[in-house]
């Protein structure tokens, strides 16, 4: 699996260079990588499915928990299937849709890839940090891939609005992690986690409100990636994105991230009341929003895109419902949405880029001029309404048979009323893009290619073929579902009559009466107001942060050295001085001084200090500060530490010097004296720093349990360093790379600096900066 994730990041780094060399033909050779991880998952099916699934543990930070672990069950076969074998299609389809002019082609190859290992390892990993590092993953690259068109303020804005809701879930989702993996029991390992939850185990003996909570918080970062209500508004933004960003992301990989972690933990973690009320009430919720919402567009791509709001509330609602035959019939799901909807993307792509609009009210007649496509869209339209015998079809008619047995009418009555609104804007957009329009000129194709054809047919075609299969589709989502509890569920074409039979007659009759009826519904919905909406709260919140960002920036960013200097040692007073009084152990033991003449040494540097900070002269102020350096240097002396001395005196010498260039250019006194109340501010606040420091110094020598390093480093330096120069071997040898590191950054401002006065002493600088 590693072996995998290393293939997709070593073709991410070179892909650039491929698509400059290919231009668009680089994506046909790009789409083997994610298509070799679908290959190896179909060669894996047989391990997968059994009761030892491959495995592979690579460790890495132990006191952490976080390790490289993988595990390739049915649930990760599943997604490494729909990952790996669109992410492929999408690759093949790019080759035909971006144009031999078109720019940044090779970035948009490495990130695709780069994402598309992202997802691998996201839907293998049996580590939930290892996961969380993956979930960012995606989220930068989404970022990247929905922001391609950077140059649009739209695409600008929509990857903005994408990786900001989604991180801040995915933060929320990483303290969950680690709630559950520090609780009594609690474990970074996925499966385990599960195990434990399912038996009660998990956070036993803990406080009683951690394990909610970390459901919670959880739960936050799936729904915020998955485009739950109140995230939803993210989704149909980031339809700016090229349309293969959109038949990827948004229908087969990162919206999916959300649906796969709540059927990763549902079996262990569907009976907590914080599940079920988040899961079901946010999911139903989204389903009934997200399709009324798609009633209302006119842009076939944002008619796709609320669609997909409105899945995905309904697949995290089935899949986290917690019972075994709702968990089968949700995955059915997962796989029917994963075809039709990438699907119908692409076919909304294929439409603009032949023919020039997504406006439903500017295309007419595009069903006789483009009948393949016309085709393949009907089909893929069908199984997203649950029209037999399609895969959609299966996957609702499974979740209506097992609702109506639990006897759950409330959530079979939601999901019959959000299958009425999928029929609805389903024929909508079937209909607004093949159907001929009274008054519209018939629209047609500029361009045609049998290779942009290609996969939205491919993914026509798998969803007929799933629907006609249904046993082997139970075969492969069954080892998942029996996870649960509950009696087993089955898919079928044909499941007798009965309730289900006649809920989905009455779906397809009613929603087709709600199309009919779309001009007066239309008109209904013109007459609605504006109501409030998650995306201008997200506008109002980002607006209000803006302006108090600014307001605490006004205050504490004068300008004003004093100030800053003042709030750094106020902080520090107050929170370690602080601590150090409350949670500190002052030594049994403080000798004053070893030898009279260190009294001499520290009287010297407190007059020098006190001196210096009195002074009105610049050149003064320096000299005697340089002085209290210089006392500093003989007290590491008389402590016997000659080199820690010299050491003390160069840099003394040097500061003291580049003070005196420095002093040439400025005033000989400083600026007016500070008002007396401010001077003895300056002055509490000076002693107290420098007793909390004492403080400080005393707290942390009582605090030693271990034998402290000076004992063995002199000898340590002999011998690795071969020098007995403890100070000379630290910096040239131990601390090598760090002592060039800052020996690089003093050189690049010694070159600004000396660049500035060079600039200041030229003839005529003065005169031209002047002038302009």
């Given amino acids: 699996m590693v072996q995998l994730l290393l293939l997709h990041a070593l073709v991410a780094l070179v892909a650039p260079a491929l698509a400059g060399k290919l231009g668009g033909r680089a994506f046909l050779l790009l789409a083997a990588i994610p298509g070799s991880a679908a290959v190896w998952a179909a060669l894996n099916t047989r391990a997968a499915l059994s009761d030892a699934p491959p495995e592979q543990f690579i460790p890495w930070i132990g006191s952490l928990g976080m390790h490289l672990q993988f595990r390739l069950d049915a649930l990760a076969w599943l997604m490494t299937i729909i990952v790996g074998g669109v992410g492929a299609l999408v690759l093949v389809y790019c080759a035909a849709y971006f144009s031999k002019t078109a720019t940044a082609l090779g970035r948009f190859a490495g990130v695709f890839v780069a994402f598309a290992g992202a997802m691998l390892g996201l839907v293998t990993t049996d580590n939930t940090l290892s996961l969380y590092m993956f979930w960012e993953l995606t989220t930068v690259f989404s970022y990247l891939l929905i922001g391609h068109y950077h140059e649009r303020q739209a695409s600008r804005r929509a990857a903005s609005q994408a990786i900001i809701v989604t991180t801040v879930g995915g933060l929320a989702m990483l303290a969950g992690f680690i709630a559950l993996g520090e609780m009594p029991n609690g474990t970074y390992t996925i499966s385990l986690l599960v195990e434990r939850a399912a038996a009660g185990e998990l956070g036993r003996g803990g406080p009683p409100v951690l394990l909610p909570a970390a459901i919670v918080l959880v739960l936050l970062g799936a729904v915020s990636k998955s485009a739950l209500v109140p995230f939803h508004f993210w989704l149909p933004a980031a339809m700016a994105a090229p349309t293969p960003v959109s038949a990827y992301l948004h229908a087969a990989a990162m919206v999916k991230a959300g649906v796969y972690l709540v059927a990763r933990l549902a079996p262990g973690f569907a009976g907590e009341a914080a599940w079920?009320?988040?899961?079901?009430?946010?999911?139903?919720?989204?389903?009934?929003?997200?399709?009324?919402?798609?009633?209302?567009?006119?842009?076939?791509?944002?008619?796709?895109?609320?669609?997909t709001v409105s899945q995905l509330g309904m697949m995290i609602a089935m899949v986290g419902y917690g019972s075994r035959a709702v968990a089968l019939a949700g995955l059915a799901m997962v796989v029917s949405h994963a075809l039709f909807k990438a699907c119908l993307f692409l076919v909304v792509g294929i439409i603009d880029w032949s023919v020039g609009t997504r406006d439903l009210r500017e295309l007419s007649g595009l069903g006789r001029t483009m009948p393949v496509i016309a085709t393949a869209a009907a089909l893929a339209t069908a199984s997203m309404m649950g029209i037999a015998p399609m895969a959609g079809y299966v996957a609702k008619e499974a979740a209506l048979e097992a609702l109506s047995h639990d006897g759950d009418w409330v959530v079979l009555v939601v999901l019959a009323l959000g299958s009425v609104l999928t029929v609805a804007y389903g024929l909508r957009f079937w209909f607004g893009a093949f159907g001929t329009r009274a008054g519209v000129a018939p629209s047609h194709p500029r361009y045609r290619s049998r290779l942009i054809a290609f996969p939205p047919v491919v993914l026509a075609l798998a969803s007929v073929a799933v629907g006609l299969v249904p046993g082997r589709l139970e075969a492969v989502l069954a080892p998942h579902a029996d996870a649960h509890p509950g009696e087993a569920g089955h898919l079928t074409l044909w499941g007798g009559l009965g309730l289900p039979l006649l809920v989905t007659v009455g779906v397809v009759?009613?929603?087709v009466v709600l199309y009919a009826a779309r001009g007066p519904i239309e008109r209904a919905q013109e007459l609605v107001g504006p109501l409030p909406s998650a995306d201008g709260g997200y506008r109002r919140s980002l607006r209000v942060l803006e302006n108090v960002a600014a307001d605490v920036t006004a205050v504490t960013q004068r300008g004003s050295l004093p100030a800053y200097q003042s709030v750094i040692l106020g902080v520090m007073v107050v929170a370690a001085g602080g601590a150090a009084l409350v949670e500190g152990t002052l030594p049994a033991v403080v000798r004053g001084a070893d030898w009279w003449g260190q009294v001499v040494i520290a009287a010297f540097i407190a007059v020098t200090s006190l001196l210096a900070a009195r002074s009105r002269r610049r050149l003064k102020a320096v000299l005697l500060v340089g002085s209290s350096g210089y006392g500093m240097a003989l007290l590491f002396a008389a402590h016997g530490a000659p080199d820690l001395a010299l050491t003390q005196v160069m840099v003394e010498t040097i500061s003291l010097v580049l003070f005196v260039l420095v002093l040439r250019r400025m005033p000989t006194y400083f600026s007016n004296r500070p008002l007396s109340g401010d001077r003895y501010m300056r002055v509490a606040l000076g002693l107290a720093a420098g007793v909390t420091v004492g403080l400080l110094g005393l707290v942390a020598t009582a605090g030693r349990i271990h034998v402290p390093v000076s004992e063995f480093y002199p000898e340590a330096t002999y011998e690795y360093g071969y020098g007995r120069n403890i100070v000379n071997v630290t910096l040239v040898d131990t601390r090598a790379w760090d002592t060039m590191g800052e020996i690089s950054v003093l050189l690049v401002a010694a070159t600004g600096v000396a660049s500035l006065l060079f600039?200041?002493?030229?003839?005529?600088?003065?005169?031209?900066?002047?002038?302009?």
């Avoid at 009430?281 to 076939?300: F, I, N, V």
């Avoid at 600039?759 to 302009?772: F, I, K």
């Fill in 276 to 307: 079920r009320w988040l899961v079901l009430g946010l999911g139903l919720g989204t389903m009934l929003l997200g399709g009324y919402r798609a009633l209302r567009q006119h842009d076939l791509k944002l008619v796709l895109a609320f669609g």
């Fill in 759 to 772: 600039l200041g002493t030229a003839p005529g600088s003065w005169t031209r900066r002047a002038t302009s």
């Fill in 509 to 511: 009759a009613t929603g």
